[in-house]
Every structure is written in C-alpha cells, then in structure tokens.
C-alpha cells in the first residue's frame, strides 16, 4: 500500500523569504502522480502543482516549485518570495497511475508565513 | 461560475437522523469523488463515480451511501449518523481518473 509523509507540522516564515516543505512517499510503482494542494483558512482545496513520475524535470508554477527525487521518493514544495496569501495547510498527494484515480494524502503541514 | 458545488455548506443535526450532501460540478468532467477530512484535517477517499459507475469504494460503514443521477452530480447520503461521523466532507471531480482533481468548498457535517 501507498503512504505519503509529511514530516513537520508546522512551519513559519518571513514575507519575501523562501520556505521548503517536504513529503516522502512510499510505493512499489513505477508510473505515478505526485501533487501539493493548499487548504487556506477558507477551507477550499486549491492545486498548487502537480508532478508525473515519469518527467525528470520539476514542476514549477510561477512561485512554487517542487524537487523532485524519484529514486529518494522526495517531492518537495518550495515557495519563493513568500506571500501572506500563503498561509495556508499544504498537502502532499499521491496517485497511482492506474484506473481509480484514488488520492493518498499527507498528513498536512501548516505553513504561516509573517509580515 | 462555482466549477464544483456543494450543497449545504453546513449541516448540523442530532445524533440518528438521515442527512444529504449534494455535491454538482459545471466542468464536464466524468469522474466525481468524495472525501472524508476528520478532525485532524486527515483527508480519506470514501467514493469515485465514472460516468455513473462506482469504481472506488473504500472501507466505509455502509450507513454511507453514494448516488450518481448523472455525470454532473454525485450526492452523498448517510444513515443513522453517529457523533463519529462528524467532519467536513469534499465532492470533488476530474476528467479521466489520472487527472486533476478540482474540489469543492466542502461541507461541515457536526453530529450531536
């Protein structure tokens, strides 16, 4: 079975700085999908960015981008020039490539980024 | 313009009743699901319809019973709720079940 780690609960950093979450995830898959979605106190799921195993480059979406180390199983977030719109709870997510579609979620990590 | 809808954003109600969440996305997508987020904010799947088929039924109380009248729309339906089943539940839904899933704003379900 999958599993996905986030290993810090919370973090915090400085407007205009740069922060790095990290996610490990375990499987026995070679073809996968691996995303960071962004809960806001609103509550909503919003998509950060997503990543197929398959690609040796890293996703990027303007500030956000990920490190991806297949070998490792490590997808990390990193948001540069951090915004207060970025505070939020992060979670890393993976997806076989199969034919469910099943998201395996994270445990989340609160990032609160300070003026 | 909402791309996936939920409906009621919050439902409390007692212990024992039977309650609806109704979930309907504007996105033509074909694959619609539901997830559980507890209290934790540790988010489960329970369901995935595609095209009106179940494909992903997890290990949930059968008190829990997913509906899909067509590909836009995929209601949730829950007997006999217990104080356990307090959470905020999310519809969400994707094109192909390899995409991108888009979520919903989510509802609020407190038993008492």
């Known amino acids: 079975a999958q599993t996905v780690t986030q290993s810090q609960p919370e973090m915090s950093v400085q407007e205009a700085e740069t922060v790095t979450l990290s996610c490990t995830y375990d499987?026995?898959?070679?073809?996968?999908?691996l995303f960071w979605y962004k809960q806001p106190p609103s509550r909503q799921m919003i998509l950060v960015i997503r990543q197929e195993a398959y690609k040796q480059q890293n996703a990027t979406e303007n500030r956000f981008s990920v490190n991806f180390q297949k070998a490792a199983k490590s997808f990390s977030l990193k948001i540069s020039d951090s915004q207060l719109g970025d505070t939020a709870m992060y979670f890393c997510a993976f997806m076989k490539a199969g034919n469910t579609g099943k998201l395996i979620f994270g445990q989340g990590t609160t990032l609160q980024v300070k003026p | 313009d909402t791309a996936v809808s939920q409906t009621p954003k919050y439902l409390v109600t007692q212990m024992g009743n039977d309650k609806s969440i109704k979930c309907e996305q504007n996105l033509g997508h074909d694959t619609m699901y539901w997830y559980k987020q507890d209290s934790k904010k540790f988010l489960k799947i329970m369901f995935s319809y595609n095209n009106k088929e179940l494909i992903i039924n997890e290990t949930v109380p059968n008190r829990f019973s997913p509906k899909s009248p067509d590909k836009a729309h995929l209601n949730l339906h829950i007997n006999s709720l217990e104080l356990g089943d307090s959470a905020v539940y999310f519809c969400?839904?994707?094109?192909?079940?390899?995409?991108?899933?888009?979520f919903g704003p989510g509802t609020r379900l407190t038993v008492l």
């Open positions: 499987t026995s898959e070679s073809n996968y999908y």
């Open positions: 969400a839904s994707s094109q192909g079940k390899k995409a991108t899933q888009f």
